[in-house]
């Protein structure tokens, strides 16, 4: 495969989120492949090393500290990107959060709050940002980091799943209201991935030597729920953005990427913790 089809060059990207975690994998896989980065981020210290490591890949950096669930400071961030390098390419629709707490006992702030964050987040962006690519006329990428919970039950994250599953079908309806200008609109969904906020470092920089362990139990428990054995990496993130974005994927739209290891394809199957063979969790393996 020759190596332009993966290239981004002269391409700009947006990247909300991108201050850590998948975000910041995406960020640097698109610059790496040529691509100047928009980065909209809530933590400051978090634009500051992004910038540094975009720049040192030779390419540019525009890190606007942005509050995604504000649609003010969101359009404000589009506005700088298009007045900054007059274009935009491509759109990662990456930001987002999520607590655990059943829904009977989450207040309506906190709905909001999910909702917001989640799914308004996008709605704002993707709204400021396709002018420009259509302004542009040379098409485009939009990439939304949804989750295996947009797919699936996900008892302790009601409003967080919603939000996830709107978002894989906002993705699919947009394919087609978008397909007339050249613009694709994809989903990845990945489960659980190594990153800042699964270990812990949720503010400042992001410090690997600060992340919280993965224990045996933890470990042994992801090898047998998970088909691969193990946690994603965020940079396989990275590397399925990258498809998305570049001339790879040329011929698709609206689709939901897993991003899982497996875990969509198992829907429910684990490996038993004795026999290592696949069961069903619900099902006992021995007569009661």
């Known amino acids: 495969m020759a190596a332009s089809i993966t290239q981004l060059d002269g391409q700009v990207a947006i990247v909300t989120g991108g201050g850590g975690g998948i975000g910041r994998a995406i960020a640097l896989a698109l610059a790496q492949a040529g691509a100047d980065i928009v980065i909209a981020e809530i933590i400051p210290e978090r634009c500051a090393e992004v910038e540094a490591r ?11 500290p942005t509050d995604m669930s504000k649609t003010d400071q969101v359009r404000a961030m ?3 990107a298009k007045a900054r ?14 607590s655990r707490k059943n829904f009977l006992e989450q207040s309506e702030n ?4 999910h909702i917001d964050l989640n799914l308004v987040s996008m709605l704002a962006a993707t709204s400021a940002a396709v002018p420009v690519m259509i302004e542009g006329g040379r098409g485009g990428s939009i990439i939304n980091v949804s989750s295996i919970e947009g797919s699936r039950a996900a008892p302790g994250y009601a409003v967080y799943s919603a939000c996830k599953a709107g978002m894989n079908n906002y993705t ?9 200008h050249g613009i694709r609109v994809n989903v990845i969904a990945p489960d659980w991935t190594m990153s800042p ?22 470990a042994d428990a992801t090898a047998r729920r998970i088909p691969l054995q193990r946690p994603g990496i965020d940079v396989e993130c990275g590397h399925a953005a990258l ?9 698709v739209t609206g689709i939901v990427l897993p991003v899982d290891g497996g875990s969509w394809a198992s829907s429910g199957w684990v490996r038993d913790k004795n026999s ?3 069961v069903l969790v619900e099902v006992p393996t021995t007569p009661a």
């Open 197 to 218: 906020g699964t270990r812990g470092n949720v503010t400042g920089p992001v410090d690997e030597a600060k992340w919280l362990p993965i224990t045996p139990e933890m």
């Open 85 to 98: 390098f007059g274009r935009i390419d491509i759109l990662v629709n990456n930001a987002g959060g999520v």
């Open 54 to 64: 975009v720049t040192e890949l030779g390419r540019q950096c525009l890190t606007v």
């Open 243 to 251: 498809y998305l974005a570049s001339a790879m994927s040329s011929y």
């Open 110 to 113: 906190s709905w909001r709050r």
């Open 172 to 180: 699919r309806t947009m394919a087609l209201e978008l397909a007339e």
């Open 78 to 80: 589009v506005d700088a």
């Open 276 to 278: 290592g063979k696949w």
